[in-house]
């Protein structure tokens, strides 16, 4: 059974940083195209990083140079590290992998919600 857990949300200041962590189990997260996906109040998800089981990596246009994905293998992890923090970043983030070789299927964690204030 694949779990993601989010961890690492909160309340930070305009300007702040946060480091969003997501643990994967029952799967691999090097093996799987794994992302993190931004919803702001009353707004639908959106893609904020994602990053290939080849290690390619793409960014969400509002966050390029600001927001850095990257995994570790060892852990079994795959993190989002948020500089620069604006106030419309404020929403619950979802981590989210594509798993499977001929049809592939959507796994999301449960989310971890992310304040921003001005």
């Known amino acids: 059974q694949v779990q993601l857990v989010e961890s690492g949300g909160g309340l930070v200041q305009a300007g702040g940083s946060l480091r969003l962590s997501c643990a994967a189990s029952?799967?691999?997260?090097?093996?799987?195209?794994m992302g993190w996906y931004h919803q702001a109040p009353g707004k639908q998800r959106e893609l904020v990083a994602r990053?290939?089981?080849?290690?390619?990596?793409n960014y969400g246009d509002s966050v390029k140079g600001r927001f850095t994905i990257s995994r570790d293998n060892a852990k079994n992890t795959v993190y989002l590290q948020m500089n620069n923090l604006k106030p419309e970043d404020t929403g619950v983030y979802y981590c989210?992998?594509?798993?499977?070789?001929?049809?592939?299927?959507?796994?999301w964690g449960q989310g971890t919600q992310v304040t921003v204030s001005s």
């Open positions: 989210h992998a594509l798993i499977g070789v001929i049809i592939k299927y959507n796994y």
């Open positions: 029952g799967t691999v997260v090097s093996s799987n195209d």
């Open positions: 990053i290939t089981k080849g290690g390619s990596t």
